[in-house]
């Protein structure tokens, strides 16, 4: 059964599940998993319910995976019962469990009793820090996503590239200082994946720096990043800009090797 759901097989992991008479947590977790893995997520909170039904009481394992299927369906109704529940029984305190209700009320734009969750939690670890992050970018509120960043920063958690990645659904202008507190959570990152780079490109093209956009993007090659779609559609208008501001220089179109270096990449 486990097997089956790590190859994405629910509906073969859930055959034999059914034949399973006396099925303990462990054998629904794997289930409810497999559910969430796939994006089943309705089938997942289903056969949540059905568990209780049964008398089986989840652990801390459980809530988590729930959790996730409320934020990736957007249930807030569900979640708030599984809140509720693991309030009951402890679970609350525990950071998976927190890190899942930070990410499940940011999804609902919940966003006050995400902090609550998240002010209340004893430990906090990147997860937690990024999964609030996410709930404000989510919800178009660049600024205040990043001074949970700053937050961050401060309790001595070092940001990553799950945090950059975070920013992504609300990169907007914001004020020269928030734009310099980025550049330098970019520079300090160990690993920069490729949404990073395009997340540090999109701050200076919102917040009217081609030449730096153009900059960073040449600077992938460099690196043996490659673009992807998002990143070529942002840096674009910032080649645009600097071709229309330095035409007639010299007689000379100085963003042109750059805008061809740039299209190269979009063939490539």
Known sequence: MRAYAACEKPDIARNIFDKIPDKSVIFFNVMIRSYVNNHSYQKSLLLYMKMLCQGVRPDNYTHPCVLKACSGSENLQVGLQIHAAVIKVGHDLNLFVGNGLIAMYGKCDFLVEARRVLDEMPRRDV??????????????????????????????????????????????????????????????LVKKCLVSWNVMIAVYVNNSMPAEAVDLFLQMEVHGVEPDGVTVASVLPACEIIKLSCKGSKGRDVGDADCRQIARGVLD
């Not at 404000?136 to 950059?164: I, P, W």
């Not at 992504?168 to 550049?183: C, I």
């Open 127 to 188: 997860v937690s820090w990024n999964s609030m992050v996410a709930g404000y970018a989510q919800n178009g509120r660049f600024d205040d996503a990043l001074e949970v960043c700053k937050e961050m920063g401060l309790s001595g958690l070092s940001h990553d590239a799950g945090t950059m990645a975070s920013l992504s659904p609300a990169v907007t202008n914001t004020s020269h200082e928030n734009v310099l507190f980025v550049k330098d959570m970019f520079s300090k």
